[in-house]
């Protein structure tokens, strides 16, 4: 058995997480909590979702672009895990901050999903086969986009002979959805055309949104003509493509479905094209993950994470001294008025407000204690509660003669 320290265990516990080079380059999801931020400008807060959380760190340095953070925001933050080596916690580095408002539509996205699934509007049976060699294409897009004239190119090269019927519409924006689903209603009407292309050039979510609209998804179900999805990039998905017949990655790859090339050395061209692009992106792929790695070897052999994490035992030892000094003062203060309180108790002043009084010699003002120390007919001072008068000794008297007058 292998009995370890704490700081050698956390210190393995570190460089283990360090190693792990998806650690290194996340992004994660949650709500802000916790949330503070130093007098030196780093940021501290944990994100949690239903059932966890994790502290993180925004050092200053990282906060440029940054939206303004708070408790119960939600957030995508990227950054590194790694341990925070003095108090043994595992915690998000973070260097980057996006706002999750965009989330909600990924939720909508979802719950429409789901809901047009249950429906069975995604089911492979519902699915119809294109036509072999349509002689009329339609094409619902926008007249001015760069996907129609892919798409025009397209069906030019691989089948000069076939006919494009275009259904302008707008493909973004409050009432694309609309136009979208009209236009399509509007091929099945005019009946002329075999098979239908939905396209659109890539864009972001909010921009593709039309096409995660239950309008368009039900046009789409309800068409008499199969449809074509052509939307956005490769890693793209919308409701539309889950409904049409077929999906393809780009609006050029749409185009390439629907009809057969004419030329078979064309065919051959573009699949030594293809093969030359897979080539290329695994080449790049492999070259940017071989780069990816050595760079998270220089960055774990950079001073800078330790730079970051003395950073923080700063600003938690400057906070520890606050509360000290604040401690101490106050200590100090209430010893100061208890010896405050105890020097007035002996103040000759409580014994002048019982009757008391102080008596001294005019001439040297020294303190009279003793009849021996006054002559009669010599001045005095004398001092009681409430101020001084003068004063003129008369003869000695005995104790017993003063406390007789006094009865």
């Known amino acids: 058995m292998r009995i370890v320290g704490v700081s050698e265990l956390t210190g393995y516990l570190k460089s283990l997480l360090e190693e792990d080079y998806y650690l290194q380059d996340t992004w994660v999801r949650g709500e802000i909590t916790n949330y503070t931020q130093s ?17 993180c760190v925004l050092f200053r340095g990282n906060g440029f672009g940054v939206p303004a953070l708070r408790n119960g925001m939600a957030v995508f933050v ?14 998000f580095y973070v260097d980057a ?40 294409i339609g094409v619902v897009t926008s007249s001015s986009a760069a996907a129609l004239r892919d798409i025009v190119r397209t069906l030019r090269l691989r089948c000069p002979l076939a006919r494009v019927v275009l259904a302008a519409t707008l493909v973004q924006g409050e009432d694309a959805a609309e136009q979208v689903a009209a236009a399509i209603a509007m091929l099945n009407a005019h009946a002329q055309a075999e098979v239908i292309i939905l396209a659109r050039g890539g864009g972001s979510i909010e921009e593709l949104w039309a096409f995660n609209e239950e309008i368009v998804a039900r046009a789409i179900a309800a068409s008499a003509i199969p449809v074509v999805t052509g939307i956005g990039h490769e890693t793209d998905f919308t409701i539309a493509d889950f409904v049409a017949d077929l999906r393809a990655s780009t609006p050029t790859a749409a185009a390439t479905a629907v009809v057969p090339d004419l030329r078979t050395w064309r065919e051959s061209l573009l699949q030594q094209r293809d093969r030359l692009d897979q080539a290329m992106d695994v080449y790049l792929y492999t070259q940017h993950a071989t780069l990816g790695i050595r760079q998270h070897g220089l960055d774990r052999a950079s001073p800078r994470g330790r730079l970051l994490q003395a950073r923080q035992q700063v ?62 007919g010599e001045r005095l001072r004398v001092r009681v509660a409430d101020g001084t008068f003068a004063a003129i000794a008369g003869e000695h008297e005995t104790p017993a003669a003063a406390d007789g007058e006094r009865e």
């Not at 007098?39 to 502290?55: L, M, N, T, V, W």
């Open 315 to 376: 600003d938690e030892a400057r906070e520890r001294l606050r509360v000290r000094m604040r401690n101490l003062l106050e200590m100090r203060r209430e010893r100061l008025s208890g010896r405050a309180q105890h020097l007035h108790a002996l103040s000759p002043l409580l014994t002048l407000n019982r009757g008391f009084a102080v008596v001294r010699r005019a001439d040297d003002d020294a303190l009279v204690t003793s009849v021996a120390q006054v002559s009669p």
């Open 78 to 91: 990227h950054g590194r895990i790694s341990v925070y080596e003095p108090r043994g916690d595992v915690q």
């Open 97 to 136: 901050v996006e706002d999750a408002g965009v989330g909600e539509l990924h939720l909508r996205f979802e719950a429409l999903k789901a809901r047009l699934e249950a429906e069975g509007l995604f089911a492979a049976e519902r699915k119809r086969a294109l036509p072999r060699s349509p002689s009329v």
């Open 39 to 55: 007098g030196a400008g780093h940021r501290y807060f944990s994100i949690k979702d239903e059932r966890a959380s994790i502290r």
